[in-house]
């Protein structure tokens, strides 16, 4: 077995982890492979992928976005992570996994920030009412402005290019009010996912017009995201809209603590 960075033509080696996890971000791991490819790395057994890594980098933290392994190379999970430290010793890191796997990032020195759910929907009939007045609310004119606020609100950071260009796909749907802003893309021919969803304090009815903006012109595909499991307002506002809860997970972090207001994190 080989562990090390990953190679260029890396798709035709994917196909077992694309069978196995049906939400397997691929265009999200190709983005992040043209801007940071020194950041992704690979588990090969033989000409196949096993488990691969990738990480952003924002100004004063990695964001492992992409982390996944075969199930029967569970190990992997730990080795990977491990490579990126090396790698990068200094760096302060931020991971999204699933609660049963938070163990071997538990022993390499990562702690818990938050617990998170994934919410998913499945087409399942919602009735709500979606005029044309509401679409214009939510068109997305102002976006970029709205974006660029809230989220450094969220975050105590500087996100812009980011959100200007690196989470920003062919496929992107981008609806936003004056008090937040919902970004969704297209994993797959079967989901779409929601990332990032961010809302000024006490915009509960503004989110909710995002919500349904997203089922509105996305509702044919099943449409998922990750959100704070003790936020209840969030939590309310996605079961309303008959999204069901589908993995528990877990916001880690390696070294110093983040700064995220989970208030207004619809989905990160």
Request: glycine letters at 4%.
């Amino acid at each position: 077995m080989f562990i090390g960075y990953l190679k260029n033509g890396f798709e035709e080696s994917l196909e077992d982890l694309l069978i196995e996890n049906p939400l397997f971000d691929l265009e999200l791991l190709k983005q992040t492979y043209h801007v940071y490819p020194q950041h992704c790395f690979a588990a090969y057994e033989d000409s196949k992928i096993v488990g691969i890594l990738s990480a952003y980098i924002f100004e004063n933290y990695l964001y492992i976005n992409v982390i996944d392994v075969i199930s029967k190379y569970e190990d992997i999970l730990k080795r990977l992570i491990s490579l990126l430290l090396r790698n990068f010793p200094e760096e302060n890191i931020l991971v999204l996994i699933e609660n049963d796997k938070s163990k071997q990032l538990e022993e390499l020195g990562f702690k818990t920030y938050s617990d998170f759910l994934r919410f998913m929907h499945s087409g399942e009939s919602v009735a709500f009412n979606f005029s044309n007045s509401t679409a214009k609310q939510v068109s997305g004119e102002h976006y970029a402005e709205v974006a660029k606020r809230v989220d450094r609100k969220v975050f105590n950071l500087n996100r812009d290019e980011y959100l200007k260009t690196d989470c920003v796909f062919t496929n992107s749907l981008k609806l936003s009010t004056g008090y937040g802003f919902l970004h969704s893309y297209v994993v797959n021919k079967r989901f779409i996912k929601i990332s990032p969803w961010i809302m000024d304090n006490e915009a509960f009815l503004d989110a909710e017009k995002l919500l349904r903006g997203v089922l509105y012109y996305r509702g044919l595909k099943s449409i998922y995201g990750y959100a704070p499991k003790n936020v209840k307002e969030i939590v309310d506002l996605y079961q309303s809209y008959k999204f069901k809860i589908y993995g528990d997970f877990k916001l880690m972090y390696l070294n110093e603590k983040p700064n995220i207001i989970l208030d207004n994190l619809y989905a990160i």
